[in-house]
T-cell receptor
Framework: QKEVEQDPGPLSVPEGAIVSLNCTYS??????FMWYRQYSRKGPELLMY????GNKEDGRFTAQVDKSSKYISLFIRDSQPSDSATYLC???????????FGAGTTVTVRA | GAVVSQHPSWVICKSGTSVKIECRSL??????MFWYRQFPKQSLMLMAT?????????EQGVEKDKFLINHASLTLSTLTVTSAHPEDSSFYIC?????????????FGPGTRLTVL
C-alpha cells in the first residue's frame, strides 16, 4: 500500500464546473499538506499549503484537511481551461522535510 | 511565494559526456534543496537531498558517483550527470526548502529536460 493514494484520473469537466480532487494517506505523522499544480513539461507550482485540519481558501481554490480520516481535498470553483493540468498532493511529517507525493490527477477543463 | 530557477531548461548531449544542471533560489536562502526525476505521466521521484556546506544524501538506488551534487551556497545547488547514457534521459526538477514561521514547504524549479543520444 502506498503512503499517499491519489486517483490519477483523468478528470474532464466543462468550464465553470467545480473540480474536486482528493488524497488519502496512511501515515498519521503527516502534519503538513500541500497541493501543487503541474503543467506539461513544467515544474510543480505550489497552490495551497496547510498544517492543520480544517479549510483554507485562496481565491477559487479551497483546501480541506481531515486528519481524523486521513483525507485531504482540493476544490476549484468556476474552473477555467487554464486550470487544465496535473494536480499533485504532497505531505510531510514534522521534522521530516521529505515530501510524500500522490500519483497526481490529470484535469482537463473543456471550453 | 518564492522563485526557483533552473538552467538549462533543456539539454541534448552525446552518450558518455557529463551534463551540469543548476538550481537557484532567487528570492530566499535555502539550506536544503532537493533533486527529483520525473518520467512521463509519473509522479516525482526524489533522488537526493542537497545540504549547503555538506555532502548530499542520496535515496536508495541512486548512484552518487553518477549524479554528483554540490550545494556551494545558500542559493545554488548543482547536479552533474556524469558519463550520461540514454537511460539517463529524463525530466530533472529541483526544489528549495523555505521555512517561514510555521510554514515549511518546497518550491520547485521549472525543470530541465535531458536527452542523451
Amino acid at each position: 500500500q502506498k503512503e499517499v493514494e491519489q486517483d490519477p484520473g483523468p478528470l474532464s469537466v466543462p468550464e465553470g464546473a467545480i473540480v474536486s480532487l482528493n488524497c488519502t494517506y496512511s501515515n498519521s505523522a503527516f502534519q503538513y499538506f500541500m497541493w501543487y499544480r503541474q503543467y506539461s513539461r513544467k515544474g510543480p507550482e505550489l497552490l495551497m499549503y496547510t498544517y492543520s485540519s480544517g479549510n483554507k481558501e485562496d481565491g477559487r481554490f479551497t483546501a480541506q484537511v481531515d486528519k481524523s480520516s486521513k483525507y485531504i481535498s482540493l476544490f476549484i470553483r468556476d474552473s477555467q481551461p487554464s486550470d487544465s493540468a496535473t494536480y499533485l498532493c504532497a505531505m510531510s511529517a514534522r521534522n521530516d522535510y521529505k515530501l510524500s507525493f500522490g500519483a497526481g490527477t490529470t484535469v482537463t477543463v473543456r471550453a | 511565494g518564492a522563485v526557483v530557477s533552473q538552467h538549462p531548461s533543456w539539454v541534448i548531449c552525446k552518450s558518455g559526456t557529463s551534463v551540469k544542471i543548476e538550481c537557484r533560489s532567487l528570492d530566499f536562502q535555502a539550506t536544503t534543496m532537493f533533486w527529483y526525476r520525473q518520467f512521463p505521466k509519473q509522479s516525482l521521484m526524489l533522488m537526493a537531498t542537497s545540504n549547503e556546506g555538506s555532502k548530499a544524501t542520496y535515496e536508495q538506488g541512486v548512484e552518487k558517483d553518477k549524479f554528483l551534487i554540490n550545494h556551494a551556497s545558500l542559493t545554488l545547488s548543482t547536479l552533474t550527470v556524469t558519463s550520461a547514457h540514454p537511460e539517463d534521459s529524463s525530466f530533472y526538477i529541483c526544489s528549495a526548502r523555505k521555512i517561514a514561521g510555521p510554514a515549511d514547504t518546497q518550491y520547485f524549479g521549472p525543470g530541465t529536460r535531458l536527452t542523451v543520444l
